[in-house]
Each structure stands twice: as C-alpha cells, then as structure tokens.
C-alpha cells in the first residue's frame, strides 16, 4: 500500500479511484477516517454526495492531470522515416499481391 504515502498531497484534489475489483471512480478526495476513504462524487444535476469506500476495496488513488490550456495545441507527432503505404484498390478492383513490386515501391525501387 505505497500509494498510500501520497494521501496528504491529494486532501481536497480531484482524484481517479481505482478498485481491486476493476471497476472505479472519481471525485474530491475528502480524506481518511477509520479504515474509509472518502470520496466527494458528482450525482447528477446540481447534487453531490460523499460516500465511502473500505480502505481494502482500492487499489489505486490517482490524481487528475493537468489540463492543456485553451489554444494550446498538443505536440505534433514526429512523422515516420518513410513513405506511407500506397492505397488499397477499389473493392471489386485487382488487389495487389504481396509479391507484386510494384505495391512496395519504396523497397523494390
């Protein structure tokens, strides 16, 4: 139970709970009392509710990634060293054979 060395850093910060039974949660971590987490969870509409889950039943208590800001556009990926494949035909149309060159231009030349 590493994770939970970690718990005063989360008190009051949106949290990802993850359960041994594979299923989970998110919410506010409110904190720890007796062998309870608890977790402040949106419902629906404009009500909240606190509930508790048993120290035992979780496996993990992640805290939210940081947001990109508005505007902010994510890293492009760095392209491949190659060309892109060729598109495939028309269905109805000749497929190409694996043996065929000329599908792989690029290795045949």
């Known amino acids: 139970m590493s994770w939970q060395s970690g718990w005063n850093a989360l008190l009051r ?14 919410g506010i971590f409110c904190g720890v009392q007796g062998n309870e987490l608890f977790i402040l969870e949106y419902l629906y509409q404009d009500q909240f509710a606190t509930k508790h889950y048993p120290i035992s039943s979780i496996r993990r208590l992640l805290p939210f990634p940081d947001c990109i800001p508005l505007g902010v556009q994510p890293p492009v990926p760095t392209p491949l060293p190659w060309p892109p494949l060729p598109p495939f035909p028309p269905i109805g149309q000749p497929q190409p054979r694996y043996e065929d060159a000329s599908f792989f231009p690029y290795y045949y030349g």
Not at 13 to 26: A, E, K, L, Y
């Open 13 to 26: 910060q949106p949290v990802g709970v993850s359960f041994v039974n594979g299923t989970g949660t998110s």
